[in-house]
């Protein structure tokens, strides 16, 4: 199991960045994929996520209205497409995966199973 995030960057206040995870490995599509980020010196905080059977998506009330997580199963890739972007969006971002839905809708921080993870990448949000 593998995932590799990609798409970071240096944005303005107001913004938009679309974040891209690359998948493979996955025999079972019945699991969670979760956004997280993590800003200096804070805890990692969970930001969406998706469940692999029915595409049910879930938010942190953080971003809910400002960030949607979907994706592309032709392309194996989950996006995070992040809207009105803040400083406080500034954090390096990571995907991971769980086995089992229960990860969205039965833990609000996500953090539930998810056992894979791929190296973040780094979303500044400054003018």
């Known amino acids: 199991v593998q995932l590799q995030a990609s798409g970071g960057g240096l944005v303005q206040p107001g913004g938009s960045l679309r974040l891209s995870c690359a998948t493979s490995?996955?025999?079972?599509?019945?699991?969670?994929i979760g956004w997280f980020r993590q800003a200096p010196g804070k805890d990692r905080e969970g930001v969406a996520c998706?469940?692999?059977?029915?595409?049910?998506?879930y938010y942190a009330d953080s971003v809910k209205g400002r960030f949607t997580i979907s994706r592309d199963d032709a392309k194996s890739t989950v996006y995070l497409e992040m809207n009105v972007l803040s400083p406080e969006d500034t954090a390096r971002y990571y995907c991971?995966?769980?086995?089992?839905?229960?990860?969205?809708?039965?833990?609000?921080?996500?953090?539930?199973?998810?056992?894979?993870w791929g190296k973040g990448t780094l979303v500044t949000v400054s003018s």
């Open positions: 991971a995966r769980s086995g089992e839905s229960y990860s969205c809708y039965g833990d609000p921080t996500f953090l539930y199973g998810m056992d894979y």
């Open positions: 998706l469940t692999e059977a029915d595409d049910r998506t």
């Open positions: 490995g996955f025999t079972l599509p019945d699991g969670a």
